[in-house]
């Protein structure tokens, strides 16, 4: 029986609100834990699912775990550099496992995972306008498992889960970048504060003044901005 339609449509009214700017934050994060349970549950025989993706730090994680054998494969792919997702995600095609213990394209890693109840891995690429964002995943403790329809199933949610977590990942930068802002505006603001009252105090040029700042900074071992912040807060003790 396919039960991907239902799923599949879940995962679209998620992208919808998300596209629609509708998915706060918070929603956004619960999203993308159920989209590994629509994952495992849309799969026949999988016990478990993820999705591994760049983050807004440019950094591989794994997003939405139904369990912590999927984090620990995971993250054993990132740290040995090889592995199923790794490989759908680089060649941008869905990539079966059979099984663990005859595997030979990725040893490392499957020498790795040995202790793992993990014996059948199916994963596909996740690409949303354009950008290869990294990979969904399902396990198996069985050999055996997955095919043809399997692939077919995967696919089939790739599409919605991609522009799920593309959108929660892009939520995420924005984040980011906007206390990136805010931090370089304030820094930049209490350093031109402090440039006037050194200038003043010392009767020197602000360009000099930003000199004795810097020579602070080296010698104290301290960020610019907190000097910045100790000459405005309070008076300069000799």
């Known amino acids: 029986m396919d039960n991907s339609q239902p ?10 609100q998300a596209s629609s700017g509708f998915l706060t934050e918070e929603n956004a994060s619960k999203a993308v834990q159920s989209l590994a349970y629509v994952l495992r549950d ?5 016990a478990g699912a993820g999705a591994s993706i760049i983050n807004a730090r440019g950094r591989r ?14 993250k054993l792919q990132y740290e040995l550099g090889q592995g199923p997702c790794l490989s759908a995600w680089a060649e941008q095609r869905a990539i079966i496992i059979q099984d663990t213990t005859q595997e030979t394209r990725w040893p490392r890693w499957t020498e ?13 690429p996740l690409t949303t306008e354009g950008r ?36 929660a990942r892009d939520r995420e930068a924005t984040k980011r970048l ?3 802002l805010v931090e370089a505006l304030t820094s930049r603001d209490m350093i031109s504060r402090a ?17 004795v700042m810097l020579a602070a900074s080296r010698k104290e ?18």
Request: no cysteine; charged share 25%.
């Open 42 to 46: 849309s799969i026949p025989h999988s």
């Open 61 to 74: 994680e794994s997003a939405g775990a139904t369990d912590p054998v999927v984090l620990r494969a995971d």
């Open 195 to 211: 440039e006037g009252v050194l200038a003043e105090r010392l009767h020197i040029k602000p360009r000099e003044a930003l000199d």
């Open 112 to 124: 790795a995972i040995a202790d793992l109840p993990l014996r059948s891995v199916l994963s596909a």
């Open 221 to 238: 071992g301290k960020p610019l901005q907190e000097v910045a912040s100790e000459i405005v807060d309070g008076p300069v003790g000799e």
């Open 132 to 167: 290869r964002i990294g990979a969904i995943k399902v396990y198996s403790p069985e050999p055996l498992v997955f095919d043809d329809h399997s692939v077919f199933l995967i696919e089939r949610l790739a599409s919605p889960a991609a522009a799920l977590l593309g959108n």
């Open 7 to 16: 799923l599949a449509n879940e995962l679209a009214r998620l992208m919808g």
């Open 178 to 180: 906007n206390s990136q």
